[in-house]
């Protein structure tokens, strides 16, 4: 099975930053593509950064673009999210996500596999 296990989430500043980890296991890591999305109350689910695992080629979604940056660790089969300067809009439930496809819009429904969520507060 396919297991997608978030972590690093909790309460920051504006201004502060957090770094989130998505490590995956049963899943073939290497030429796929992760993201991480995100929903606060009430809204629909977004995406917020696609990384393909295979070429390191990445996405960001305009709002968070030059303060998040996904990276990856082959080696570990993690993925991870480092948000800087973060924002009190930026509180949300963020989500791992992961599909087979080598290629993949930032869109909830291009992906298969979800973790639980972490969730990010910013005051």
């Known amino acids: 099975d396919v297991q997608l296990v978030e972590s690093g989430g909790g309460s920051v500043q504006a201004g502060g930053s957090l770094r989130l980890s998505c490590a995956a296991s049963?899943?073939?890591?290497?030429?796929?593509?992760m993201a991480w999305f995100r929903q606060a109350p009430g809204k629909e689910r977004e995406g917020v950064a696609r990384i393909a695992t295979g070429s390191g080629n990445t996405y960001y979604a305009d709002s968070v673009k030059g303060r998040f940056t996904i990276s990856q660790d082959n080696a570990k089969n993690t993925v991870y999210l480092q948000m800087n300067s973060l924002k009190p809009e930026d509180t949300a439930m963020y989500f791992c996500a992961a599909t087979a496809r080598a290629r993949a819009a930032l869109l909830p429904q291009d992906f298969t596999y979800w973790g639980q969520g972490t969730q990010v507060t910013v005051s």
């Open positions: 049963g899943y073939t890591y290497n030429r796929n593509c």
